[in-house]
């Protein structure tokens, strides 16, 4: 069973600028979180999506945006990157959207905006 | 909004010694409650859940939490650390929520453990 994975593994941007970060869930997973994990702070949730339809989303602006894919692959897309992006990105999904299902973590991309 | 209070950010302790990280929430609906680890260079991890029934929760490792509902509290325990549980530690706490349930998380700030020889 292939875990979370998340690509790149790091990744270094410039104010203003556009990011793609991609996140490939567990087998037969169909519900995939986006968290952001600055340094020093918890994991923060930004949206979760539930079979490509957006299923809640945190205090994040809208230049925070995603995709979920039919094979329940996920995008995070940022826009206008600021110094204040800069974090661990965190990929989690799980079997169903209900709240009793464990959520599977991926390894996360570290971004950098300079 | 729920929130997640972690008071001990960072603490040390000798093989061996007992281990109590506190943990405590605000949201007055019932919740479901949840403590992840991430060691050194590894994903985050789940460590326990606790859903409903018995508030004393077993998890891997040899911890355990215990949930007390008028406290607000979901403390994680292990009796004798060691050193390979230096890891950073993150409660978190899910809300039956969204179209479906949801399960989005909020997490604490964390408390980064340093287990000594």
């Known amino acids: 069973e292939t875990g979370v994975t998340q690509s790149p593994t790091h990744l270094i941007k410039t104010r203003g600028q556009q990011v793609t970060l991609r996140c490939s869930s567990q087998s037969g997973h169909n519900t995939v979180s986006w968290y952001q994990q600055a340094l020093g702070q918890g994991p923060q949730f930004i949206f979760q999506y539930y079979r490509e339809e957006e299923n809640g989303r945190g205090n994040f602006p809208p230049r925070f945006s995603g995709l979920q894919f039919p094979n329940y692959s996920s995008e995070l897309n940022v826009n206008a990157l600021e110094l204040d992006d800069s974090a661990l990105y965190l990929c989690?999904?799980?079997?169903?959207?209900?709240?009793?299902?464990?959520?599977?973590f991926g390894p996360g991309t570290r971004l950098t905006v300079l | 909004a729920q929130s997640v209070s972690q008071h001990n950010h960072h603490v040390i302790l000798s093989e061996a010694a007992s281990l109590e990280l506190g943990c405590n929430y605000s949201?007055?609906?019932?919740?479901?409650l949840f403590w992840y680890v991430q060691y050194p260079g590894q994903h985050l991890q789940l460590l326990l859940k606790y859903f409903s029934g018995d508030p004393l929760v077993k998890g891997i490792k040899g911890f355990e939490a215990e949930f007390i509902k008028s406290k607000f509290s979901f403390n994680l325990r292990k009796p004798s650390v060691q050193w390979s549980d230096t890891a950073e530690y993150f409660c978190a706490v899910n809300l039956a929520w969204g179209t479906g349930g949801g399960n989005k998380l909020t997490f604490g700030t964390g408390t980064q453990l340093k287990v000594e020889l």
């Open positions: 989690a999904s799980s079997l169903a959207v209900n709240s009793y299902n464990e959520q599977f």
């Open positions: 949201y007055g609906g019932t919740v479901n």
